[in-house]
C-alpha cells in the first residue's frame, strides 16, 4: 500500500526540549513538504525539498530543523526555539514536476 | 493583502442543495489551483484540481477558474451530510510548486 506515513499521532514536548516528528513516503515523490496547521488558520509552509540532501525554508522556519537523507524520509525537529509549537503538523509529498501535493495524517504536538 | 482568501463561514446548506464556496488570489500569474476538503482533526485530501479557465466537473464537484478576475470556486451539488468538511483553497503562485493556502471555508450540510 502506497502512502505517506507520520509518527507519533500525538507527540507532547516540555519546555526547552527538541522532539522529531517522522515523516516517510513510498510514493517514489521526489518532493517533500512539512506545514504547521493552527486552528482556524490555513497551511503554513515551514520547509521543502525537491531532492535528497537539500532542502529550503518556507514562511515559518525559525525554530524548526529538517534533514533529507533518503528520498523517502523528510523528518522535521521542533526545537526548544520555537516558542509556540503547539499546532498540527502536516507532512506531504509530490511527484518530481507536479504541483499537486499528497498528505500524511498529521502530527499533533501539545507542550506540557 | 494575503495571498488567498477564502470566506471563513461557516456555510450552512440544507441536505440535496448546492453548496458556493469561493476563493480569491492575489498573484496574478499562478497557473495551478486546488481544492482539498478536510475533515475535523484530519488531514486535507485532494478533491480537483484545475489549470485552465472555464468549468471542471468531477461527480458531484465542479470548480471554476476565472484568471481575469483571479478567482476559482468550487460548487457541491446535491449535498450530503458527509460533505460537511472544512475546503481548503490551494494555489501555486509562482509556479515553482509550492502552494499558497487559503485559511478554509467550513462547510455544514444539515439533513
Known amino acids: 500500500d502506497g502512502g505517506i506515513t507520520q509518527s507519533p499521532k500525538y507527540l507532547f514536548r516540555k519546555e526547552g526540549q527538541n522532539v522529531t516528528l517522522s515523516c516517510e513516503q513510498n510514493?517514489?515523490?521526489?518532493?517533500m513538504y512539512w506545514y504547521r496547521q493552527d486552528p482556524g488558520q490555513g497551511l503554513r509552509l515551514i520547509y521543502y525539498?525537491?531532492?535528497?540532501?537539500?532542502?529550503q525554508k518556507g514562511d515559518i522556519a525559525e525554530g524548526y530543523s529538517v534533514s533529507r537523507e533518503k528520498k523517502e524520509s523528510f523528518p522535521l525537529t521542533v526545537t526548544s526555539a520555537q516558542k509556540n509549537p503547539t499546532a498540527f503538523y502536516l507532512c506531504?509529498?509530490?511527484?518530481?514536476?507536479?504541483?499537486?501535493?499528497?498528505f500524511g495524517p498529521g502530527t499533533r504536538l501539545l507542550v506540557l | 493583502q494575503k495571498e488567498v482568501e477564502q470566506n471563513s463561514g461557516p456555510l450552512s446548506v440544507p441536505e440535496g442543495a448546492i453548496a458556493s464556496l469561493n476563493c480569491t488570489y492575489s498573484?496574478?500569474?499562478?497557473?495551478?489551483f486546488f481544492w482539498y476538503r478536510q475533515y475535523s482533526g484530519k488531514s486535507p485530501e485532494l478533491i480537483m484540481s484545475?489549470?485552465?479557465?472555464g468549468d471542471k466537473e468531477d461527480g458531484r464537484f465542479t470548480a471554476q477558474l476565472n484568471k481575469a478576475s483571479q478567482y476559482v470556486s468550487l460548487l457541491i451539488r446535491d449535498s450530503q451530510p458527509s460533505d460537511s468538511a472544512t475546503y481548503l483553497c490551494?494555489?501555486?503562485?509562482?509556479?515553482?510548486?509550492?502552494?499558497?493556502f487559503g485559511a478554509g471555508t467550513t462547510v455544514t450540510v444539515r439533513a
Open positions: 506531504a509529498s509530490s511527484p518530481l514536476a507536479e504541483e499537486t501535493q499528497y
Open positions: 484545475i489549470y485552465s479557465n
Open positions: 510514493l517514489n515523490h521526489d518532493a
Open positions: 490551494a494555489v501555486n503562485p509562482s509556479n515553482d510548486y509550492k502552494l499558497s
Open positions: 498573484d496574478r500569474g499562478s497557473q495551478s
Open positions: 525539498s525537491q531532492i535528497v540532501n537539500d532542502f
